[in-house]
């Protein structure tokens, strides 16, 4: 429990100096100490103490030997809220922004505190949602830190309405947003295609005309979030109209209510009757047409890297990169998501990386759902794709990760020979002039090339394959990958995580090697020396997840 506890701190305020008043924690100091925290005391600018109602010292008093303190965290010793809060507000202090999460601020709702409530030292002109307990407050707060969830890394956010200039706190401190701005009232002077998400919450002006100017600010592979309360002369009349407007330029991803005297928005679907309170909209800029506006595309993520695998230049339309492929960050409905693809695959350039990327979009969305009736079609566009080879790095990429993806659809529909020949195909290909860490898909081919073949009863053919995927590991670990890493603030976070996957598969390939001699034996101890899952990780990740949906849902009914 302390080791959580202190893990939980740390997440909240880093590792820093901290002064302790913690007594019924003696564990604490260690544990924080083993974070890397120094809690000396020495010149604290961070204070961590404990306080229940039953302490015999008011908190107002237990704070101000603090008062040159900038953090403070408290341990409560209680359920409830009301007097710890307004004893530390008025002492100057303010909720942490960094802290403001749908988990806490969902505690606050019920009236209940976390195990560690953490603040910061409030200015001294500070007037805001911040220090405030009254239900308006905690609302507004609910749907910034809402709002912060949507942020993507390197964003150029735009905030308008009211508690706009606490919502910049919040953003801030919870987001990787690149530069968040509170615009002008009423104001429409921003440039065009300068912002990547706008947050429009009850702003002033004619609902329809703020969206307009919206959708002229935003890039194409923007967001807007749009809230309103049925209190409001700013908002649309009904969802309705609201969809009407924003389908002409925009893609609806999902939709929020929060219901009076609640903090945290809740999901509704997108075509439930209107609810009272505050509704919310989420929608992405409809990138199709971006073909005309390619030269101007810059990654806000990845735009100080010069590494070729985030070089989007060989996409003909690369605003599709963010709204279509890229995972965590692209439209959160499936059913839209799956519809853009669709579209894409028919109307795109035949063998470009916009074609094959939509092609791998449409056809993990078949795989998770197991709809092998779709399989063949897909299979055949997949061929046609193939056979327009080119070597442009995205074409590369898109074409080997297609043959990986074939060979699984293949398997899928039983065709155990198609799914051979696609994992060669994928194993064999020039992954390396894309990037090393690709060799994901060709280890997984050779890798699943030779699991066929055990299944089949042939470990002469099996094993191989199982050595082909950890020649290709070792090919991928032992390349220079400066050029492809980056350096300073264009190093690519993600590439050392993607090169260990590149490493670990591998390792997997040997063991199958290293127990080969367990097979014949004994085939379900040889399968257990083999981590199979870091084989389509990320799909068996989704899979799992839909599955304990649809028990959920199971679960539900029979209630």
């Known amino acids: 429990m302390t080791i959580q506890l202190a893990s939980v701190i740390v997440n909240q305020i880093g590792s820093c100096r901290i002064a302790l008043e913690t007594p019924g924690f003696p564990a604490l100091r260690s544990e924080l100490a083993l974070l890397g925290c120094d809690i000396s005391g020495g010149a604290a600018r961070t204070v961590v103490i404990e306080w229940s109602e039953s302490d015999p010292q008011p908190l107002h008093d237990k704070l101000a030997p603090y008062a040159s303190a900038d953090q403070l965290v408290i341990l409560p010793n209680q359920p409830g809220s009301s007097m710890l809060e307004a004893s530390v507000f008025a002492a100057g202090w303010r909720r942490h922004p960094g802290a403001v999460t749908a988990f806490v601020m969902a505690h606050l709702e019920q009236g209940r505190l976390p195990e560690a409530c953490c603040y910061e030292r ?83 002006g004619t609902w329809a005309t703020n969206i ?22 700013n908002g649309p009349g009904n969802w309705e109209a609201l ?17 009076p005297g609640q903090a945290v928005p809740h999901p509704v679907p997108l075509a439930d009757l209107y609810r009272p309170g505050w509704q919310i909209a989420v929608a992405t800029m409809n990138p199709i047409g971006g073909e005309a506006e390619r030269e101007t595309y810059v990654h806000p993520a990845f735009g100080r890297s010069a590494a070729p695998l985030v070089n989007f230049a060989g996409y003909d339309n690369p605003w599709l990169y963010r709204t279509m492929v890229q995972m965590g960050e692209r439209l959160t409905d499936d059913t839209k998501l799956a519809r853009l693809a669709e579209y894409v695959i028919k109307n795109a350039r035949p063998g470009s990386a916009d074609q094959g990327a939509a092609m791998a979009v449409l056809g993990y969305r078949v795989l998770e759902s197991r709809a092998d009736n779709a399989a063949p079609v897909l299979l055949g566009a997949i ?48 992954w390396k002039r894309f990037s090393n860490i690709l060799a994901t898909k060709a280890i997984g081919a050779a890798f699943f090339v030779g699991r066929l073949s055990l299944a089949e009863g042939n470990p002469e053919t099996a094993w191989p394959w199982f050595q082909r995927g950890v020649d290709i590991a070792l090919e991928a670990a032992g390349a220079n990958h400066l050029a492809e890493l980056g350096t300073g603030e264009g190093l690519l976070p993600f590439y050392l995580p993607e090169l260990a996957e590149v490493i670990d598969m591998g390792s997997q390939c040997a063991n199958a090697l290293a127990n080969r001699h367990l097979w014949a034996r004994n085939p379900g101890l040889f399968w257990r020396q083999v981590d199979v899952k870091r084989f389509g990780l990320a799909s068996w990740a989704i899979d799992v997840a839909k599955e304990n949906a649809r028990l959920r849902q199971m679960i539900a009914r029979a209630a």
């Open 383 to 430: 061929d046609t794709y193939y056979a327009h080879g080119g070597d442009e790095p995205h074409v590369v990429r898109w074409r080997v990760s297609l043959a990986f993806l074939a060979g699984r659809l293949a398997e899928l529909m039983g065709d155990r020979e198609s799914a051979r020949l696609w994992y060669g195909r994928a194993a064999s290909d020039d």
């Open 212 to 233: 307009g100017h919206y959708t002229r600010c935003l890039k194409l592979d923007g967001r807007v979030i749009l809230g309103w309360p049925d209190s409001s002369g």
């Open 122 to 204: 409030a200015p001294d002109d500070y007037t805001g949602i911040l220090n405030l307990r009254d239900e308006a407050s905690l609302a507004s707060i609910g749907r910034w830190a809402l709002a912060s969830e949507r942020v993507r890394a390197g964003d150029r956010v735009l905030l308008l309405g009211d508690d706009s200039s606490d919502g910049r706190i919040i953003v801030e401190a919870l987001s990787r947003a690149s530069a968040v701005e509170v615009g002008k009232q009423g104001s429409d002077e921003h440039d065009d295609r300068s912002f990547d998400l706008v947050v429009a919450f009850d702003p002033p």
């Open 243 to 259: 969809e009407s407007v924003l389908t002409d330029e925009f893609l609806i991803e999902s939709r929020f209510a929060q219901p």
